[in-house]
């Protein structure tokens, strides 16, 4: 008789396992080794003591209130475990990625990248960007033990010997260091093998609050959503004047500089590896142009094809998936415009949704939190959020989303007069961010950019929105065409496709059957 499994945040039965489109297989795992990493960290408690007050300079580790298990904060990707300090009543959170979320038993290393690459998205906006309302980092460690922080937290010495040392370098010219200077404990304590980042609290208040708390209810008052566009067309404004030279992932490197020398690190690329699936993009990769990124993306997308074991449902769907990727490669030098495909180049927040964002009672905004896959990218991929009407990434409908999506791009265009850059645009100045975010949907490059980043979406946001763009009319001759351009012999890669499916849903019918044992 079949039974009921544990996921992270539900339960299910194989009647629904088997409709997922996802690997379940996989995902039954999580639920075991969510609580074998709790319950570690639940144990070594007195690490995070010492932890906690080694970035803050505190005399003393008992001065550090860990929180109950219960009180804890985990989404998909990291642990947030709250601290108090006493007597003052202040709290940190010591923040943990998930190692059965990022594929670290596929790629090791990948928590340590993810640690180093937040904490460069957080030095990257203090340095360049410092009236973007942040959350204070006080410094974060590796699972390797190398730890920095934040210099204003350093012993007096260490924070006078670090000042005159950065005048020196600013006076002769040299690059500076960042603000996280290395710094290992006096005890060389890492009981927890795991990176971390030590943050500030941000408080939700009854004058503060994550935007999805109220975003819903109150999406259709007009007043509050322009609050809202306005205060996020400053921040998206203030972010793209600073230009960045190439595609990638900023870093704080060993010895605390701020480099730009890591693969743009996405969502999507540690949750394939999270599901064994290979990326081939090393973490050294950055790219000086969009076609070369582009191209290394797809191919991704390739590698979720060949290597997920249930990524198609039976021929029909295999022919559909192959034409759409097919699709997708031969159309991508038609959706870029060639004078902007190298550069600019713009720090860009991907994870920008509503629970990342902290507003006042009238929307305004007041924090943006979890910098995690922050990069920098073709500015051409900068899009107003999709999240404008409530609906997915792949439900959204272009009739529904535009009127929203053009009240945003007014805010965007305000902004820019209030800031002057109008004034100073001329004939030979680059075009606005908002020209070219507009261009972008004219043209259907949202659209492309929108399935580029979506492994699951890519498919519908294809069929929906870019396909027609090439071919409205002559649906059956593309899906008879396409797929034998993806690849040579697609007979025998779709017959181990079907194979794989029908061995997946072997071993998922097994894994929802009762033990006899039990």
């Given at each position: 008789?079949?039974?009921?499994?544990?996921?992270?945040?539900?339960?299910?039965?194989?009647?629904?396992?088997?409709?997922?489109?996802?690997?379940?297989?996989?995902?039954?795992?999580?639920?075991?080794?969510?609580?074998?990493?709790?319950?570690?960290?639940?144990?070594?408690?007195?690490?995070?003591?010492?932890?906690?007050?080694?970035?803050?300079?505190?005399?003393?580790?008992?001065?550090?209130?860990?929180?109950?298990?219960?009180?804890?904060?985990?989404?998909?990707?990291?642990?947030?475990?709250?601290?108090?300090i006493r007597p003052k009543g202040i709290r940190?959170?010591?923040?943990?990625?998930?190692?059965?979320?990022?594929?670290?038993?596929?790629?090791?290393?990948?928590?340590?990248?993810?640690?180093?690459?937040?904490?460069?998205?957080?030095?990257?906006?203090?340095?360049?960007?410092?009236?973007?309302?942040?959350?204070?980092?006080?410094?974060?460690?590796?699972?390797?033990?190398?730890?920095?922080?934040?210099?204003?937290?350093?012993?007096?010495?260490?924070?006078?010997?670090?000042?005159?040392?950065?005048?020196?370098?600013?006076?002769?010219?040299?690059?500076?260091?960042?603000?996280?200077?290395?710094?290992?404990?006096?005890?060389?304590?890492?009981?927890?093998?795991?990176?971390?980042?030590?943050?500030?609290?941000?408080?939700?208040?009854?004058?503060?609050?994550?935007?999805?708390?109220?975003?819903?209810?109150?999406?259709?008052?007009?007043?509050?959503?322009?609050?809202?566009?306005?205060?996020?067309?400053?921040?998206?404004?203030?972010?793209?004047?600073?230009?960045?030279?190439?595609?990638?992932?900023?870093?704080?490197?060993?010895?605390?500089?701020?480099?730009?020398?890591?693969?743009?690190?996405?969502?999507?690329?540690?949750?394939?590896?999270n599901e064994h699936i290979p990326t081939g993009?090393?973490?050294?990769?950055?790219?000086?142009?969009?076609?070369?990124?582009?191209?290394?993306?797809?191919?991704?997308?390739?590698?979720?094809?060949?290597?997920?074991?249930?990524?198609?449902?039976?021929?029909?769907?295999?022919?559909?998936?192959?034409?759409?990727?097919?699709?997708?490669?031969?159309?991508?030098?038609?959706?870029?415009?060639?004078?902007?495909?190298?550069?600019?180049?713009?720090?860009?927040?991907?994870?920008?949704?509503?629970?990342?964002?902290?507003?006042?009672?009238?929307?305004?905004?007041?924090?943006?939190?979890?910098?995690?896959?922050?990069?920098?990218?073709?500015?051409?991929?900068?899009?107003?959020?999709?999240?404008?009407?409530?609906?997915?990434?792949?439900?959204?409908?272009?009739?529904?989303?535009?009127?929203?999506?053009?009240?945003?791009?007014?805010?965007?265009?305000?902004?820019?007069?209030?800031?002057?850059?109008?004034?100073?645009?001329?004939?030979?100045?680059?075009?606005?961010?908002?020209?070219?975010?507009?261009?972008?949907?004219?043209?259907?490059?949202?659209?492309?950019?929108?399935?580029?980043?979506?492994?699951?979406?890519?498919?519908?946001?294809?069929?929906?929105?870019?396909?027609?763009?090439?071919?409205?009319?002559?649906?059956?001759?593309?899906?008879?065409?396409?797929?034998?351009?993806?690849?040579?012999?697609?007979?025998?890669?779709?017959?181990?496709?079907?194979?794989?499916?029908?061995?997946?849903?072997?071993?998922?019918?097994?894994?929802?059957?009762?033990?006899?044992?039990?």
């Open positions: 008789m079949p039974i009921t499994r544990k996921l992270l945040r539900r339960e299910i039965r194989y009647e629904s396992a088997k409709e997922e489109e996802t690997n379940i297989l996989h995902k039954l795992e999580y639920y075991d080794k969510q609580l074998e990493f709790f319950s570690h960290l639940h144990n070594h408690q007195s690490w995070i003591q010492n932890t906690v007050a080694h970035h803050l300079n505190l005399n003393s580790p008992n001065l550090c209130h860990v929180s109950n298990i219960e009180d804890w904060l985990h989404g998909s990707f990291n642990v947030c475990v709250p601290v108090t940190v959170i010591l923040r943990l990625p998930l190692p059965y979320r990022v594929g670290e038993d596929f790629m090791p290393g990948n928590g340590d990248e993810k640690v180093r690459c937040e904490a460069g998205s957080y030095a990257w906006l203090q340095t360049n960007c410092p009236d973007v309302p942040i959350p204070e980092l006080y410094g974060f460690a590796l699972s390797t033990g190398e730890t920095f922080t934040c210099v204003e937290n350093l012993p007096p010495l260490c924070r006078w010997f670090h000042s005159v040392w950065r005048l020196a370098y600013a006076w002769l010219g040299i690059p500076i260091p960042s603000r996280y200077v290395p710094h290992r404990p006096a005890r060389n304590e890492h009981a927890v093998t795991s990176s971390y980042l030590l943050l500030e609290y941000i408080e939700p208040t009854t004058r503060r609050s994550m935007l999805s708390n109220t975003w819903a209810d109150a999406r259709s008052d007009s007043k509050r959503r322009a609050n809202l566009f306005h205060g996020l067309a400053r921040i998206l404004l203030r972010i793209s004047q600073t230009p960045v030279p190439k595609i990638g992932s900023f870093i704080i490197d060993p010895k605390g500089y701020l480099v730009l020398a890591n693969r743009p690190l996405s969502m999507e690329i540690q949750q394939l590896e993009i090393p973490r050294d990769y950055t790219y000086s142009t969009v076609d070369s990124y582009v191209t290394d993306i797809l191919d991704y997308h390739d590698s979720r094809f060949r290597h997920q074991p249930n990524a198609i449902n039976d021929l029909g769907d295999c022919v559909f998936q192959l034409a759409s990727l097919a699709g997708m490669r031969t159309v991508s030098k038609s959706i870029f415009q060639k004078g902007l495909r190298r550069g600019p180049f713009v720090f860009s927040l991907t994870d920008l949704h509503q629970s990342n964002i902290f507003v006042d009672t009238d929307w305004n905004v007041t924090c943006l939190v979890d910098l995690e896959w922050a990069c920098a990218l073709p500015v051409e991929m900068v899009r107003p959020p999709y999240w404008l009407t409530n609906m997915g990434v792949d439900e959204l409908v272009a009739s529904e989303y535009d009127p929203v999506r053009t009240e945003f791009m007014d805010a965007l265009v305000a902004e820019e007069k209030a800031i002057a850059v109008t004034a100073r645009h001329s004939n030979n100045s680059p075009p606005l961010l908002s020209e070219i975010m507009q261009k972008a949907w004219a043209t259907g490059t949202f659209w492309y950019t929108l399935a580029l980043f979506s492994p699951s979406g890519l498919f519908m946001i294809f069929k929906q929105h870019v396909r027609p763009l090439f071919c409205k009319d002559q649906v059956e001759e593309f899906h008879t065409v396409m797929p034998f351009l993806w690849d040579r012999d697609i007979g025998r890669i779709a017959a181990e496709k079907l194979s794989d499916k029908k061995e997946y849903d072997r071993q998922l019918q097994q894994a929802f059957e009762a033990d006899p044992q039990a």
